[in-house]
């Protein structure tokens, strides 16, 4: 029993309950930032996240899988589904493709099934229903009860390593079954090869090569379980892998088996409650490598260990930006950092040796191997976040983009890379400004003179989409290319960033001729259409083109998964001149207030899901990037209390705690970095340049933890729902009239301060000029 004590401190009473053994009060424990983690956020409908552990920026990830075969399921999980497949090691988060799920692990009872069945039919195969009042996800940390088999999951990750425990019931036909054929194939990709081995009597190995939206990927696993086998068979179509012999010569071994449709069965024979204990690591080199990141990872079994250990390494990375605010808004803010660092992933093994772009093993020097970039996505706010406040991790992202194109055939820096391979997705050569803005805003670490010439080398490429068309017309023709609309915007936007970057370097006829490229936008301007538009090789305009429907129109792909009333605005490089070119800034105020006003036609909404509606404000889509940056068009233009009222009505509406919360793909990070930024009060329209537009703070503090080892915070005096209006600004200490915030008062630290009201004050921000 405890006794109330009444203290008295500083005059001011306080009740303490001590313990009649003298121990002290329990006293509440201040929530850990990774409290505040929501795995499940973004694993409904458009988000494509996964809910399973992983270490920050993580080479395993490790997450149960639901569904293969639909295209839509991209990272293997999807929050409605009522069955679980098993286990696999690695996952995509938030892409609109699919891949991944390698090597799937799956506890049974009774006999062991080897297909997974379909979810439809929920007793068929090795699939088992669950129910999510059986489910649990944290940083670090997911557990489940699979009805099927009566076991409890329990997954942990480290950075190359997985540890599973599996709680059975009693059984006589206990098994853990892996999976070498399994992978989130969208109905598509394929196992072309697979190969396991059986290293002893708790140990196996293998590997697999799947031909998928990444062509040739390599990916060898090693796994070691906490109990002996009882029994163990490879399977193989079905069947077991037994020892044969054929007229006395000829060996078939057990113990190891190659091909395809390959599996391996554990059996046990389990009491009430037992543990069994599975520890993984993956490796894109072999076998003998896996082991040894296992080995260094995962010495032992103890995974309350592993599990506190990635949670703490989460509470350290969430650490870089703290904010006050509600539980809820801790809660977005904190689960978007999270998603922001699950992704680019390490790829390399303990001893630095990782599958180079040309298939070729290869070892780091000097910097850490990193995978999965997608940068037609990441370039507009997570990379500028990672060389905010992941300098280090953004150097060796950097190196690992100029090694890709060290081992590129075509020397090419990566389109969308993926485990060391090119899937050749989306447009643009959007490493580029990756590269420069991690090296204008000072990360340190890599050769720039290197870094240069692959920049410049990619950029010169006569083989790249339309580029050489580009280069002598001043526009992609759409006769000529797909998405012609699109592709002239973006390669005008990375060319401005290669002359800032041969402007740094000293390099003034490369900067004149990369400024004259990147004013290409101009061409392809359509004064009476009033919208960008595609012109043909011979300088005309297609005629049948429409600005409002996704392509330019049925049977047309001018423009990348969007419309030109979307897409026209993709000019961040230059916006003034944009706002010339569509009419002053009252024009240009009035066409965005059009884009956010209009009601779609039903041809329009025709070509997005119900979910990717939700993200529709008019024409405006917030859950694709390429409209990203436009909300803090009107700060450019000198009406920052309209980008106020549409920031906070998205922050409202497409972002939250649930499942369901996320609008679109999360794309390794981009929608989630769109939100951090937005919560802090200012964006990068213009990744590269050296300014942030200043929109409205959505958070009334929040500090950034720079990685020069400065401090930038930022306050919002009186923000409420009601007071969502910028009423004045103050920068280190000075009166702010501009809705531009330069990189070099924040680069050593210092202060924003904002003073929030709930009426617009039209007059802060309106003489939008640019920074000197």
Same mark, same amino acid.
């Given at each position: 029993m405890k006794k109330p004590i009444r203290l008295v401190i500083g005059g001011k009473s306080f009740l303490a309950a001590l313990l009649l053994g003298g121990a002290a009060?329990?006293?509440?424990?201040?929530?850990?930032?990774?409290?505040?983690?929501?795995?499940?956020?973004?694993?409904?409908?458009?988000?494509?996240?996964?809910?399973?552990?992983?270490?920050?920026?993580?080479?395993?990830?490790?997450?149960?899988?639901?569904?293969?075969?639909?295209?839509?399921?991209?990272?293997?999980?999807?929050?409605?589904d009522p069955t679980i497949q098993g286990f696999s090691l690695t996952h995509l988060s938030g892409t609109g493709c699919p891949d991944l799920g390698d090597f799937l692990f799956v506890p049974q009872t009774g006999e062991p099934a080897f297909a997974a069945g379909r979810k439809d039919h929920p007793a068929e195969g090795y699939q088992s229903l669950f129910s999510h009042a059986e489910e649990s996800a944290s940083a670090g940390y997911y557990k489940v009860k699979l009805q099927k088999s009566g076991v409890t999951a329990e997954l942990t990750a480290g950075a190359r390593t997985g540890l599973l425990r599996f709680t059975f019931p009693a059984s006589d036909q206990a098994s853990i079954l892996v999976d070498l054929n399994h992978v989130i194939s969208g109905g598509r990709w394929r196992v072309a090869a697979s190969r396991f081995r059986i290293e002893d009597n708790s140990t196996i190995t293998g590997f697999h090569l799947v031909n998928g939206w990444a062509k040739e990927r390599y990916l060898y696993f090693a796994a070691r379980f906490s109990r002996p086998f009882d029994g163990a068979m490879i399977i193989k179509d079905g069947q077991p892998v037994t020892y044969q012999s054929y007229l006395n010569y000829r060996f078939r071994s057990r113990n190891e088996a190659a091909g395809t449709n390959l599996q391996f069965v554990a059996q046990y024979k389990t009491s009430a409650n037992e543990v069994i204990h599975?520890?993984?690591?993956?490796?894109? #080199?072999?076998?003998?490598?896996?082991?040894?990141?296992?080995?260094?990872?995962?010495?032992?079994?103890?995974?309350?260990?592993?599990?506190?250990?990635?949670?703490?390494?989460?509470?350290?990375?969430?650490?870089?930006?703290?904010?006050?605010?509600?539980?809820?808004?801790?809660?977005?803010?904190?689960?978007?950092?999270?998603?922001?660092?699950?992704?680019?992933?390490?790829?390399?093994?303990?001893?630095?040796?990782?599958?180079?772009?040309?298939?070729?093993?290869?070892?780091?020097?000097?910097?850490?191997?990193?995978?999965?970039?997608?940068?037609?996505?990441?370039?507009?706010?997570?990379?500028?976040?990672?060389?905010?406040?992941?300098?280090?991790?953004?150097?060796?992202?950097?190196?690992?983009?100029?090694?890709?194109?060290?081992?590129?055939?075509?020397?090419?820096?990566?389109?969308?890379?993926?485990?060391?391979?090119?899937?050749?997705?989306?447009?643009?050569?959007?490493?580029?400004?990756?590269?420069?803005?991690?090296?204008?805003?000072?990360?340190?670490?890599?050769? @720039?003179?290197?870094?240069?010439?692959?920049?410049?080398?990619?950029?010169?490429?006569?083989?790249?989409?339309?580029?050489?068309?580009?280069?002598?017309?001043?526009?992609?023709?759409?006769?000529?290319?797909?998405?012609?609309?699109?592709?002239?915007?973006?390669?005008?936007?990375?060319?401005?960033?290669?002359?800032?970057?041969?402007k740094a370097l000293g390099k003034t006829d490369d900067y004149h001729y990369f400024m004259k490229r990147s004013a290409s936008f101009k061409n392809i301007y359509n004064p009476e259409l009033g919208w960008m538009c595609p012109k043909d090789s011979q300088g005309r305009w297609r005629t049948n083109f429409d600005a409002h429907l996704f392509g330019g129109g049925p049977n047309l792909q001018d423009v990348t998964e969007a419309t030109s009333s979307q897409y026209s605005w993709f000019v961040p490089q230059d916006v003034p001149a944009l706002i010339a070119m569509m009419g002053g800034k009252a024009a240009f105020i009035g066409k965005l207030d059009s884009l956010f006003n209009v009601q779609p036609s039903a041809a329009f909404?025709?070509?997005?899901?119900?979910?990717?509606?939700?993200?529709?404000?008019?024409?405006?889509?917030?859950?694709?990037?390429?409209?990203?940056? #436009?909300?803090?068009?009107?700060?450019?233009?000198?009406?920052?209390?309209?980008?106020?009222?549409?920031?906070?009505?998205?922050?409202?509406?497409?972002?939250?705690?649930?499942?369901?919360?996320?609008?679109?793909?999360?794309?390794?990070?981009?929608?989630s970095a769109w939100?951090?930024?937005?919560?802090?009060?200012?964006?990068?329209?213009?990744?590269?340049?050296?300014?942030?537009?200043?929109?409205a703070?959505?958070?009334?503090? @929040?500090?950034?933890?720079?990685?020069?080892?400065?401090?930038?915070?930022?306050? @919002?005096?009186?923000?409420?729902?009601?007071?969502?209006? #910028?009423?004045?600004?103050?920068?280190?200490?000075?009166?702010?009239?501009?809705?531009?915030l330069p990189f070099k008062e924040l680069k050593h630290g210092g202060k924003i301060e904002f003073v929030m009201g709930p009426q617009p004050n039209q007059e802060w921000g309106s003489q939008a000029n640019l920074p000197d």
């Open positions: 009060a329990h006293a509440v424990a201040e929530p850990r930032l990774s409290d505040y983690v929501r795995p499940f956020v973004g694993t409904q409908g458009e988000g494509n996240t996964f809910p399973g552990p992983s270490a920050p920026f993580g080479m395993v990830q490790l997450s149960p899988d639901t569904d293969t075969t639909n295209w839509d399921t991209d990272s293997g999980y999807e929050y409605t599975v520890k993984v690591a993956v490796s894109a #080199v072999s076998a003998a490598n896996a082991l040894q990141n296992l080995a260094a990872e995962i010495p032992g079994w103890d995974f309350d260990g592993l599990r506190e250990a990635t949670r703490a390494k989460w509470d350290k990375e969430l650490g870089k930006i703290q904010i006050a605010g509600s539980d809820e808004q801790k809660i977005t803010f904190y689960t978007s950092l999270y998603h922001a660092f699950l992704v680019p992933n390490l790829y390399q093994d303990v001893n630095g040796e990782y599958r180079g772009f040309d298939q070729n093993i290869h070892r780091a020097n000097g910097f850490t191997k990193y995978a999965v970039f997608s940068l037609w996505d990441t370039f507009r706010a997570e990379h500028p976040l990672l060389s905010l406040i992941q300098a280090p991790r953004d150097s060796d992202m950097i190196n690992s983009l100029l090694a890709h194109f060290d081992q590129s055939a075509d020397h090419l820096l990566p389109m969308w890379e993926l485990q060391g391979n090119e899937t050749w997705c989306m447009i643009g050569y959007h490493a580029v400004p990756v590269i420069v803005d991690g090296y204008l805003k000072g990360v340190k670490g890599f050769d @720039a003179e290197r870094a240069y010439r692959a920049i410049k080398t990619t950029a010169m490429n006569p083989d790249y989409d339309g580029l050489a068309s580009y280069r002598k017309l001043g526009y992609v023709p759409c006769d000529e290319e797909d998405e012609s609309l699109s592709k002239t915007l973006e390669y005008a936007y990375d060319d401005w960033t290669v002359a800032q970057m041969a909404k025709h070509e997005l899901s119900t979910n990717d509606l939700r993200g529709c404000l008019g024409e405006y889509w917030h859950g694709n990037e390429p409209s990203h940056h #436009v909300i803090y068009l009107y700060s450019c233009a000198g009406a920052p209390w309209k980008a106020a009222e549409r920031l906070h009505q998205v922050v409202a509406t497409q972002y939250g705690s649930g499942p369901g919360s996320l609008c679109g793909n999360d794309d390794c990070g981009q929608m939100y951090l930024f937005t919560c802090l009060g200012f964006y990068p329209v213009c990744p590269a340049g050296d300014y942030y537009v200043i929109g703070p959505q958070v009334p503090k @929040a500090t950034l933890h720079l990685s020069n080892g400065k401090k930038f915070t930022m306050t @919002a005096e009186n923000l409420s729902d009601q007071n969502i209006y #910028v009423q004045s600004v103050r920068v280190n200490g000075k009166n702010w009239d501009s809705p531009f």
